[in-house]
């Protein structure tokens, strides 16, 4: 069902208009029972081309002694590999024969229908309950098997199986590891009985299994990730101040890790996990601060009369990037960890904030304003070579996959604050929403260890 | 002008500009909120002035140009009239709560309009105000006074709203 709300009811207002208020509750209470719960998911729908794109088969899996598998495992693969862009997995509809283990393959039947590669597998069901995923990946034309494996699954972690199978393929195929088994946590805010409803939230690459971190009446935003994935830092206006949260996943437990007068914003983990680096405005205007998260020591890393926000780590943990005002418009600089002088990173367009490494710390993303229009940019270290990656609007909160081949971001569509996923090349974008209500924030989590 | 992510500058020549209260610039749809915004206003009575049209303390909502936090030069005796509340009036509290269209990334946008609020609060102090009787928070974008996208909503989103 997508029922999308009209416009009125997508944002927090003042609006004095009481009656109208009320009736659009009604409204809204009607939409709510319609639509169900707020476990919501992100939905995905790919936008763009996707020209060059690799042919593969995934057959659609089996069971040993007959059957259908309890999750659609084939499809799981198929879309993960489909949102790359660098891969065009064959409809099953269009398959001539439906292997499902090693044996059974005929390549001369994949080469007529002109695939590149092929997966075939299968589940097993174990005496005690568990599953085995067997799969083998082939190359069609040489002739090769490239893997064969069999992968262990609860019955609750067959989709997850999934992404880890399709992980193993995209690395087969590509050299480079696959973020199928990463997370993403992201903000929705939605409208109920009792006004806005802001929610942190975590769900599988894919959009499934969302689970709510926090919920809150008032915002909530810069979640992010510590480097093992356990943990999310955000900032939360809970009794209408910024205070930076740190939020155990596994048991919900919390800590507010800073509460200072002033700004508590844009928290960001050291590579190490040990510290955050935040921005903070105790001392009358916004800097940036590192903080030891268990010796609670907090060092003031920028001095400057105007604004200094955003801050990234460099992956090798020496460096801080951020936004800073100080050159009379926003731009990004960067200087050591330890302290010292800051050297200007960005210089081409008037707005260029929020950065981002890449994992190999080669290049950064960023928002950069260019004829009024906010996009996300891929900026060159070593070069300075700056790239447009999104068409822009009101593009914002740029974040990368953990193997750095895409990028995720909030954009508005139709009105509506949707993610959008580009891959760095360019080459293929995706769109998530949710049906009802605004996403943004986007924060992709590290590979899980 | 004074730009914000720049060093803060001091109020100078806005200070002795006079004028009388103006609605958010280029904006058609701030008629229909004119003086009778309530946000954030208690239940007890207000105070005499809050709600008669005609008197400055009736404007609660400071507007601000895009991406600036000075005061714009129409709202100065606005602000004197509360300065001048406040400054007779020694139980009075006032809480400034600065914000900003959606414009440009959020985690600015949270600095700049605790810029606006900081500016305000400036001005107030220079006023006379003692500095217990005059809070500041941001909010930046995250609460938009009108929903929607366009010049005339965000005319109307950035914005330091004076709550007693």
């Known amino acids: 069902m997508n029922i999308v709300p009209p416009a009125i009811l997508r944002r927090s207002s003042s609006n004095p208009l009481v009656t109208m208020k009320i009736f659009l509750r009604f409204l809204f209470t009607i939409l709510t029972s319609l639509v169900g719960t707020s476990q919501a998911r992100l939905t995905i729908e790919i936008v763009g081309g996707q020209e060059g794109a690799q042919p593969i088969a995934v057959v659609p899996f089996g069971v040993e002694g007959g059957g259908v598998p309890p999750e659609d495992l084939a499809n799981v693969i198929a879309n993960d590999l489909a949102r790359t862009g660098r891969f065009k997995p064959m409809p099953p509809q269009d398959m001539l024969t439906r292997p499902y283990a090693a044996d059974q393959v005929d390549l001369r039947d994949w080469r007529l229908l002109a695939m590149d590669n092929l997966v075939v597998g299968q589940v097993r069901r174990r005496p005690d309950g568990y599953y085995e995923v067997d799969f083998a990946l082939f190359d069609v034309y040489r002739g090769e098997q490239l893997a064969n494996m069999s992968l262990p699954s609860s019955p609750a972690d067959l989709r997850h199986t999934a992404h880890r199978i399709a992980d193993i393929i995209y690395e087969q195929l590509t050299g480079t590891p696959g973020a199928f088994t990463s997370r993403l946590a992201y903000v929705t805010s939605e409208w109920g009985g009792d006004g806005q409803k802001v929610t942190l939230r975590v769900a599988d690459s894919d959009g499934f299994n969302p689970q709510t971190i926090v919920s809150s009446k008032d915002p909530i935003l810069s979640p992010a990730w510590s480097p093992d994935g356990r943990r999310l830092a955000y900032v939360s206006f809970e009794n209408r101040q910024t205070a930076i949260f740190v939020q155990e996943l596994a048991s919900g437990r919390r800590d507010r890790v800073a509460s200072h007068p002033g700004l508590n914003s844009s928290p960001a983990w050291s590579p190490d996990g040990g510290r955050l680096a935040m921005t903070l405005s105790r001392d009358g205007n916004p800097e940036i601060y590192i903080l030891d998260l268990s010796t609670r020591a907090l060092t003031r890393l920028t001095d400057s009369p105007g604004i200094d926000t955003e801050p990234a780590w460099s992956p090798d943990g020496q460096e801080i990037f951020f936004t800073s005002g100080r050159g009379g418009n926003p731009q990004i600089y960067r200087m050591p960890v330890t302290g010292g002088e800051a050297t200007r990173v960005t210089f081409k367009h008037d707005y260029n904030g929020r950065p981002s490494l890449t994992p190999d710390g080669r290049s950064l993303v960023m928002v950069t304003r260019v004829n009024d229009q906010f996009r996300i940019a891929l900026m060159d270290l070593t070069t300075g070579a700056t790239r447009l990656l999104s068409r822009g609007g009101l593009d914002e909160s740029p974040s990368f996959a953990p193997n750095g081949s895409m990028v995720i971001y909030a954009t508005q569509y139709n009105g509506r604050g949707v993610l959008a996923l580009v891959s760095t090349d360019g080459r293929v974008g995706q769109r998530l929403s949710q049906d009802l209500g605004e996403v943004r924030e986007p924060a992709w989590s590290p590979l899980p260890r | ?164």
Not at chain 2, 20 to 33: R, V
Request: hydrophobic letters at 35%.
């Open chain 2, 1 to 164: 002008m004074n730009k914000p992510f720049a060093p803060a500058a001091i109020l100078v020549a806005s200070l002795f500009l006079g004028g009388c209260a103006a609605k958010p610039t280029q904006d058609g749809a701030a008629a229909t909120l004119g003086g009778t915004i309530t946000t954030g206003l208690a239940d007890r009575a207000p105070p005499p002035g809050f709600n008669d049209p005609n008197s400055p303390l009736s404007q609660r909502v400071i507007y601000f140009d895009y991406e600036q936090s000075d005061i714009p030069p129409s709202y100065i005796e606005v602000l004197r009239a509360h300065a001048r509340y406040i400054g007779t009036t020694p139980k009075a509290k006032v809480m400034l709560e600065g914000h900003t269209d959606e414009r440009g990334t959020r985690e600015l946008n949270l600095a700049l309009g605790e810029d606006r609020a900081t500016t305000v609060r400036r001005f107030l102090r220079a006023e006379g105000v003692a500095e217990s009787q005059v809070g500041i928070r941001s909010f930046g974008e995250e609460k938009p006074a009108q929903p929607g996208q366009g010049e005339a909503v965000w005319a109307l989103n950035r914005r330091v709203e004076l709550i007693y």
